[in-house]
């Protein structure tokens, strides 16, 4: 669910918690958890997502394509013999048509048929409680046969380990991803009634001691030397996942470390549905133009037509009246442009208090997860869940909290800086407000700043960012330096909104090797904020579909930009167009492994600390003038964006990058410090504790009803608990990999192309199956520089002096 404007790798995520601890769940982490961009959780993008929870679980990750044997395991569930239907005469025709109605009932559910695309457009709610229910009681059988006849052997451990695995992981992950996109009361009671008992088995799963001495076995044969890189990483990581899953805890403490899984799954799940319910609570009626002076015609014309959504049949662009919401697209527009501060002021006040009053109030629920992660830790011999969830990702406590306090140090003159400069220009203007700016000020004031210093209106750049031509210079990007070709496919596989594109991605010869969904546009109503991206299928040769070649790579991009209004195509804001760059970025990942062994293909197995490179490495090449040039085209007249315009905003990259810089190193230390400093029931509270930090991380103190973290899904929603950090670790590694295009030459298309093959040959390709320090120095020659980063920002001679 990136970095400054709303959470999301968010990562969201998520979504969408699943619970992280799981043996396999922790495995897959980079997979499950939805991707989502990091944006601030102010703004929140996503959900990073992320679909996991307390830790970093996979994304989601799905997987075998149910196969005719699996679905006629299903059909043959217990029937009635002939004896017992001799002895029962009189219940037998009544449980006979009941049985055979239950077998129709499995048969016909669309979450287990054979399919090679999941059939999104079919599955609802009422069909989520009997496919789970029916699907755990064939993996419990086939878990108890695993375990029956184990032995330390790939064929015989890991590739059934894997069906299992993955089996539920792609139901699930339907289940989860309609959810996120498409959310209903009745799928959240179906799911919240059988969540219990997916995490039950994935906690038999994880704590499986024939399973874990297995690979033990593995580890200490003769022939480990005999595997490969990849494979010692799926045995290492299932090893050390297991310990973390509770694998070496008996009785008593087992019991409590189930019981406390099971409630964090719950209390996660709670604490994102509440999130989403406060900002579809929350609407703002204006029939007073005057009221709305300042708005661009797009936020005017999104006001407008979400007021006839919600029953102003004839409201207009022009004449209203418009409603406004705490959804992203709506809730910037206001910030950055309304000149009525009172309703700027009524709109933030709204948005950083979401979730923390009345039944939708998340305080005691972030209370709950965070004793819970606590007693956890304990459980397993840690002083804090912070060093639970390092202990799966390249960094320490000690590096995370390094690195961060160099960025923030190196943040803070230029953050004072910025604030002077918005002080000095708004009293140029006159601005009553002047001498006392407040938060939301600070966008307004920025952007009539950054208008002012460029000669750049966001608004105005709106025409020359039309969706189809940024994806159409998107995919023409990705074929000059990964040389793959991408072509739409929409009509092969069933989608879940009419909106959502489906893409298939071919290599040089042609020949498919990936596919994609892409969701664009929000829906408040029913769909998660943020953006994100997210597993569907991984590659996989245990799992391949006809026997010889690998199951090949399924993803989805998730964002929540303007949709289309009227007969104009949906306009983008750079910023959005950064963010859709951002998301593919991970899906690439994810799809051009060529990694074979599916527990660490793509984006699975990834430490979370390093699964941002891609995505923010994409970020880079929106200021690269030929891709921009090439996506940049006025969709009424084709006209391409001036290069004057070009060179403003190439200067505007780094405007404010010193505040925006402490933002996210504010949202990282919070969290590093609620997950290793913090007391549950102390004498200090979470609100104290973001204040604490707040004072050295941002120049205007958080107001002190500021409850941000009500709304803070990327850690108690997601799969960054601890690990928020993870987006600046991975901006260090996404700078300094993009540096080697700018040594290179980025116009030497030659030198662009040998590097891109490089790049998709090392961190696109070798998934999880190595670890990311030795991918980056197999890509880069030499260990990462945050040197480009700070030079990126503008930011590397004040870090010097």
């Keep these: 669910m990136r970095p400054n404007p709303p959470l999301a790798l968010a990562l969201q995520i998520p979504k969408r918690a699943l619970l992280a601890s799981l043996l396999i769940f922790n495995m897959l982490m980079a997979t499950r958890v939805t991707l989502s961009r990091s944006v601030s959780p102010l703004l929140k993008r996503a959900p990073h997502h992320p679909h996991f929870a307390p830790r970093p679980l996979p994304k989601s990750f ?9 679905s006629s395991c299903l059909l043959s569930l217990p029937k009635p013999t002939a004896t017992s239907r001799r002895r029962r005469r009189p219940r037998c025709s009544f449980s006979m048509a009941a049985s055979a109605a239950v077998d129709q009932a499995l048969s016909s559910n669309p979450l287990l048929q054979d399919f090679d695309f999941p059939p999104f457009d079919a599955v609802d709610a009422s069909h989520v409680r009997p496919a789970i229910r029916a699907l755990l009681k064939k993996l419990e059988s086939d878990l108890e046969e695993l375990e029956r006849t184990v032995e330390p052997s790939w064929p015989k451990l890991v590739v059934p380990f894997e069906k299992i695995v993955d089996r539920l992981s792609v139901v699930w992950g339907i289940v989860n991803h309609l959810k996120a996109v498409k959310d209903s009361s009745e799928l959240r009671a179906a799911i919240e009634e059988v969540q219990p008992e997916k995490v039950k088995f994935y906690l038999r799963l994880g704590q499986s001691k024939p399973i874990y001495n297995a690979f033990k076995a593995i580890q200490e044969s003769p022939d480990w030397k005999t595997l490969s890189d990849a494979q010692k990483r799926i045995v290492e990581s299932q090893i050390k996942e297991a310990v973390l899953s509770g694998v070496a805890l008996e009785d008593d403490k087992r019991e409590s470390f189930n019981k406390i899984e099971q409630e964090l799954e719950r209390l996660s799940q709670k604490f994102g549905e509440n999130v989403l319910d406060a900002t579809k609570k929350f609407e703002k009626l204006i029939t007073d133009k005057k009221e709305i002076d300042g708005l661009p015609a797009t936020a005017l014309g999104l006001a407008a037509q979400t007021a006839v959504s919600k029953g102003h049949e004839n409201a207009t662009a022009e004449n209203g009246p418009w409603l406004f919401t705490l959804d992203g697209p709506s809730f910037l527009s206001v910030m950055q442009h309304a000149r009525n501060r009172s309703l700027r002021e009524e709109i933030y006040r709204a948005y950083v208090t979401r979730a923390s009053s009345g039944e939708l109030d998340n305080t005691a629920i972030i209370d709950s997860i965070l004793k819970l992660r606590l007693e956890k830790a304990k459980l397993l011999n840690y002083n804090n869940y912070a060093e639970v969830s390092m202990a799966t990702k390249m960094a320490t406590v000690e590096k995370a909290e390094e690195l961060l306090e160099k960025l923030r140090s190196a943040s803070w ?15 140029s203007q006159d601005a009553p407000e002047a001498n006392d700016l407040n938060h939301w000020d ?4 920025s952007e009539r700043l950054r208008e002012s210093k460029f000669d750049i209106n966001e608004e105005e750049l709106r025409p020359y960012f039309s969706l189809p031509k ?37 290599d040089s010869s042609g020949d498919p ?10 829906r ?24 010889t070649s690998p199951r090949l790579p399924v993803a989805h991009m998730v964002c929540n930009q303007s949709p289309p209004v009227g007969d104009k195509p949906s306009l983008m804001t750079f910023r959005e167009v950064e963010t859709v760059f951002h998301e593919f970025g991970h899906a690439l990942q994810h799809m051009l492994t060529k990694q ?10 990834v430490e979370w600390d390093a699964v941002e490179l891609p995505s923010q490495f994409m970020e880079n090449w929106c200021y690269h003038r030929d891709t921009l040039m090439s996506i940049a085209k006025h969709y009424e007249t084709g006209e ?19 505040s925006l810089s402490l933002r996210q190193i504010r949202f990282a230390i919070v969290d590093l410090k609620l997950h290793t400093e913090y007391i549950p029931g102390g004498s200090e509270s979470i609100y104290d504790v973001d204040q604490r930090v707040s004072e050295k991380t941002q120049v205007i103190p958080p107001l002190p009803e500021d409850r941000f973290l009500c709304g803070f899904s990327h850690i108690f929603a997601g799969g960054y608990a601890a690990g928020y950090y993870s987006y600046k670790w991975a901006e260090v590694l996404s700078a300094d990999a993009f540096s080697a295009f700018e040594d290179a030459g980025l116009d030497n298309s030659k030198a662009v192309k040998e590097t891109g093959h490089k790049f998709r040959e090392t961190v696109l390709a070798l998934g999880g199956g190595k670890a990311p320090l030795d991918v980056f120095v197999e890509f880069r020659g030499r260990e990462p520089s945050p040197e480009p980063l700070l030079r990126h920002n503008g930011l590397l001679q004040v870090a010097s002096a």
């Excluded at 994806?471 to 496919?489: T, Y």
Aim: hydrophobic residues 45%.
């Design 640 to 658: 391409t964006l001036p290069e004057e315009v070009f060179l403003k905003l190439l200067a505007a990259r780094t405007f404010r990058a010193g």
């Design 470 to 506: 940024v994806m159409d210079g998107l995919f023409s990007l990705a074929n000059k330096i990964f040389g793959i070709d991408i072509e739409p496919a929409d009509g092969l596989a069933p989608v879940w909104n009419n909106d959502v594109k489906f893409y298939h991605v071919k």
């Design 413 to 427: 003159n230029a953050g004072v800086q910025d604030m002077d400069d918005l002080q000095n220009f708004s009293k």
């Design 62 to 70: 799905p997987c075998p394509l149910w196969s005719s044997s699996f």
């Design 442 to 445: 600070i966008s307004f004031w």
């Design 524 to 547: 408040p109503s029913e769909k998660r904020g943020g953006a994100w991206m997210d597993e569907v299928f991984a590659r996989s040769r245990v799992l391949s579909r006809d026997g």
């Design 513 to 522: 090797i990936a596919y994609f969904y892409f969701d664009p546009y929000t």
């Design 596 to 605: 074979d062994e599916g527990l660490v293909a793509g984006i699975r197995g």
